[in-house]
């Protein structure tokens, strides 16, 4: 596995993982559980986010305690409609950081991503931004989502998923080598439709009841 992609395999995660990839999941128990593998996923993505330290109370004594420095610096950027899902499980954990959305729709004969919406922070040059959605299938829309959000010039990028095919991955860094992918699991690869095999479906289908 290349250097720039973190497979974390919690066994938490992977339990999970495997009960959202079961078709007999509800809508309802899907939604739950990407909120919660969310937020594991998220603990190990912000394991580097640096710390301040400042003088606190507690009821015994004074201490020097260490605080998220940049809380706020963080931008989550949701790739719709899928990426809400990581998005809301995110944001439970940061609840101070910024928002930014990017609609994309896959080209049904092309597979090539169309982006018909775009709204990040104005200020996102001082900001750390994380992109998600919870499938690299084919890479086309990650690398979409990144070439725009390159021309806005934010501070980092890093990209986290639920699942990631190989070709999807090899794309991806042949367009952006600079930006570290953060996954619950590869799978073994893309079918004839551009769907993850084994994977867990459409993810958007399966989240929101449309399929
Ligand atoms: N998008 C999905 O939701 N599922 C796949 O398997 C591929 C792309």
Do not use: W
Request: glycine share 6%; proline share 6%; net charge negative.
């Amino acid at each position: 596995m290349s250097a720039k992609v973190t497979v974390i395999d919690h066994p938490l995660i992977q339990h999970k993982l495997t009960l959202m990839r079961q078709t007999q999941t509800s809508t309802a128990k899907f939604r739950q559980l990407l909120k919660e593998i969310g937020m594991l996923l998220a603990y190990e993505v912000t394991r580097d986010l640096p710390l301040k330290y400042e003088q606190i109370e507690t009821p015994i004594a004074k201490m020097n305690a260490p605080m998220l420095a940049a809380e706020k610096n963080m931008v989550i950027i949701s790739i719709m409609r899928a990426g809400q899902g990581l998005l809301d499980s995110i944001l439970e954990l940061i609840p101070s950081a910024r928002v930014g959305h990017i609609g994309l729709y896959r080209d049904p004969t092309t597979r090539m991503a169309i982006e018909y919406y775009f709204k990040v922070p104005q200020d996102i040059e001082q900001r750390d931004v994380l992109v998600v959605d919870p499938m690299l299938a084919t890479g086309n829309s990650a690398v979409a989502a990144v070439d725009r959000l390159k021309e806005v010039n934010p501070k980092s990028i890093k990209f986290l998923c639920l699942l990631a095919a190989p070709e999807g991955l090899k794309h991806f860094h042949e367009q952006h080598p600079d930006v570290q992918i953060y996954t619950a699991a590869v799978d073994e690869r893309l079918d004839e439709h551009g769907y993850i095999v084994p994977g867990l479906g459409d993810a958007g289908d399966r989240l929101y009841g449309t399929m």
